[in-house]
């Protein structure tokens, strides 16, 4: 979503989430186009929606409106066998020590934002690139007090170390996976960060680790400025969408795309997903 919207003029230290009010039809547009391209799923426009993240922009009042419309628009564009998760990324802040913010604080902002988006009628509750797992146990736990009929998946980021992967705080992969399995995710995996070469040599240990359903979300590469100071991504989409041989037999259920991945590159990974 963030990379299509900055292709639509969305600019730099603007809050993605206020063209949910000022430009719905590009957001609804934007949604449309993923499914089109063959996209089963499609998240909301809701991933900095979290008060503490909004409050920046001066929009921590605006929590319930921005994610309510965030979830409306996509449903509205929602087919028959299509899906609408509700995005909700990390707050922005470091749970203390390492930050402001208590558990308590962060669950409720979560719960805000994940309430607003059940309300607008999302089929499911992701909360992504978690680099904390504290932080991602918190939104779990206020995603199932907000919905507590509806899946709630949850997707760490990983950084590739020569130890293997961690997440910022220094988690391992496999322990994160594990302890969301415990505490009562509904699927779980990885999102962000890692191209797909990456994510196809991260799978086989996530799979061990975890019964739930598998999800992965690589981006389309590393980013860089071009020289008209444009945002672009490493990743040919031939090159992202080979590696995801080695993902699907590594027992990955679901599939997809982050950063960079625009409707082209969904539309040739879904033809390589029905090909398979």
Known sequence: MGTELMRRGL??????????LKRPEIVREIHRSY?????????????????????????ENKVRELNYEAARIACEVRGRGKF??????????????????????LEEGFYLQASALVSGGVDGLLVETMYDLREALVALRA???????????????????????????????????ERLEKEGADATGANCTLTSSEMAE???GLRQATSLPLLLQPNAGQPATDEKGNLVYSQSIDDFVAPFKKIIEAGVQ???GCCGTTPDYIRRLAQFLHQK
């Not at 499914?35 to 920046?56: C, R």
């Not at 997707?155 to 496999?174: D, E, V, W």
């Open 143 to 177: 995603c199932r007090r907000a919905g507590s009929d509806l899946p709630v998946l949850v997707t760490m980021t990983f950084q590739k170390t020569p130890r293997g992967f961690f997440t910022l705080m220094g988690q391992k992969a496999a322990d994160c996976l």
């Open 11 to 20: 600019s730099r230290g603007e809050c993605p989430e206020t063209w949910n």
């Open 254 to 256: 679901a599939v997809g």
């Open 35 to 59: 499914f089109e391209a063959g996209a089963e799923v499609v998240t909301t426009n809701s991933f900095g929606g979290h008060p503490v993240k909004l409050k920046a922009y001066g929009l």
């Open 84 to 105: 609408v998760v509700g995005s909700l990324g990390p707050a922005g802040k470091f749970l203390k020590p390492y930050g402001p913010l208590d558990e308590a604080e």
């Open 202 to 204: 991260l799978a086989p």
